[in-house]
């Protein structure tokens, strides 16, 4: 049954996570009149079920780790066994209040409405909002411009008996009341090694497998390699270079059947956590009435403006495949909105982006890495520098880490700067300015740079292209 009140937008969106909230801010800032609709939890993602809870859960396992390490002289701490539901209370505490004062009173304030239901395109190109009480009834909704921001959902791969068996992902990990005794995770990118260490942290045994053959394998090499080291110190077994045969559930036991270096493993536990990366959320929307094309895993196809096949339509964060971060989602927003309503030209940009992965000690990178620098046809050079050569890193009893960068050798020009250290994600937004600014090598170790920093490890990772910085005094000059 048809509503029989059909509205007139100038932008209808779909979703209200990240890139959602972006657009509405910026189309109501332009004067657009504007609707979003809702199947789930206002806020998507990141606030609901990704950066902020897991964010919130690493820093108290980090807090409950530092205690336990000890690493001063003449400083005792200690820590006892962690209250899951007192910790989980706090992060639901913490998701609430972040809900309601960057997404529900915002769109209060603003002025534009979430309308609740599942949305999906009808023959004639409008969109039809579906009750989620009784399904037959529906709203249309009709606007000058749609703009899809649906986001991702975990991905589960094919592999024999998952089904058979109960599974976490990186959302139900969220909504654990107790900590596992024994926890096996497949996959070992940024959600597989965070909520390892997060579930190590908080007294799990952790074994995580992955089928390339080393974790980060999207990083450098060499971040990936001492950062094995790190977890690996910390109890969690790593199994790299693994393929899964299958899964099998026996008793209150889920055992993993792997094939590694052609010798057969069966690894044990009683809790698996999937963790092998998210696929677009495009299943329930129409598109094929309203000629939008999708990519081989679900995501809208976009041209660099976020145009979709379908002028009207266009696409922003996680639903088109770009590299899923909120700063993305959120600058999507605003350039389809632009390019929406006001048909400014606008593209997307990826050069300078940052990306950090929250273990302990962080990786973030922005740039080339070495291998993409050859593979884009430069004659490139690199240097890495361990922290042990970085005062900041000696002062906090922690040389656990590196860094790497990645120059053209007939310019100079820097192409890539990766660090894996306790507080990379924020020195890391120098190595933004730097690239946004094409700088070259010589330049970036020419700077200055606060001493007794980790953002220090940047102009001494420069300095090091021309000079030993172990034979330089601790003012790095």
Known sequence: MIDELANDYDLAIIGSGSAAFAAAIHAV??????????????????????????????????????????????????????????????KRNLVESLRRAKYEDLADAYGFPVMPGVASFAADGTLRVHSQAAEDEYREIKATHYLIATGASPAIPAIPGLDSVEYLTSTTAMELSLV???LLIIGANAVGLELAQL????????????????????????????????????GIEIFTDSSIDCVVGEGDNIHLKLTRA?????????????????????????????GVSLG??????????????????????????????????????????????RDAGRVVDYRTLPHVIFTTPQIASVGLTHEEAVLAGYHCESRVLELNAVPR?????????????????????????????????????????????????????????????IAEAIRLGA???????????????
Request: proline content about 3%; glycine content about 10%.
């Open 199 to 234: 579930f190590c942290r908080l007294g799990a045994k952790v074994a995580i497998v992955e089928m390339r053959d080393r974790i980060a394998a999207d990083e450098e090499p060499e971040i990936s390699a001492m950062l094995h080291r790190v977890l690996t110190d910390e």
């Open 463 to 477: 300095q090091s292209f021309t000079r030993d910085v172990t034979m330089l005094s601790c003012c790095g000059s």
């Open 393 to 453: 890193a000696l002062v906090n009893r922690d040389t656990r880490g590196l860094i790497k960068i990645v120059a053209d050798r007939l310019s100079g020009s820097v192409l890539g700067i990766h660090l894996l250290a306790d507080g990379a994600g924020d020195a890391i937004l120098a190595g933004v300015y730097a690239l946004e600014a094409h700088f070259s090598v010589d330049q970036l170790a020419s700077i200055w740079a606060p001493y007794l920093t």
């Open 296 to 341: 081989g895993r679900g995501e809208i196809a976009v041209d660099d403006q976020l145009r979709t096949t379908n002028a009207k339509i266009f696409a922003a964060g996680d639903v088109t495949g770009a590299p899923q971060l909120v700063s993305v989602a959120g600058q999507h927003g605003v350039i389809a909105v632009d390019n929406a309503l």
């Open 180 to 182: 596992p005794e024994r």
């Open 29 to 90: 800032t332009l004067g657009a009149d504007v609707i979003l609709v809702e199947q789930g939890s206002i806020g998507g993602t990141c606030v609901n079920v990704g950066c902020v809870p897991s964010k919130a859960l690493l820093a108290a396992a980090e807090a409950r780790h530092v205690a336990m390490a000890q690493p001063f002289e003449g400083i005792v701490t200690n820590a006892g066994p962690t209250d899951m539901p007192s910790l989980m209370a706090g």
């Open 262 to 290: 052609g010798q057969s493993l069966t690894l044990e536990g009683e809790t698996l956590l999937v963790a092998t990366g998210r696929f677009a959320n495009t299943a329930s929307l129409g598109l094929e009435y309203v």
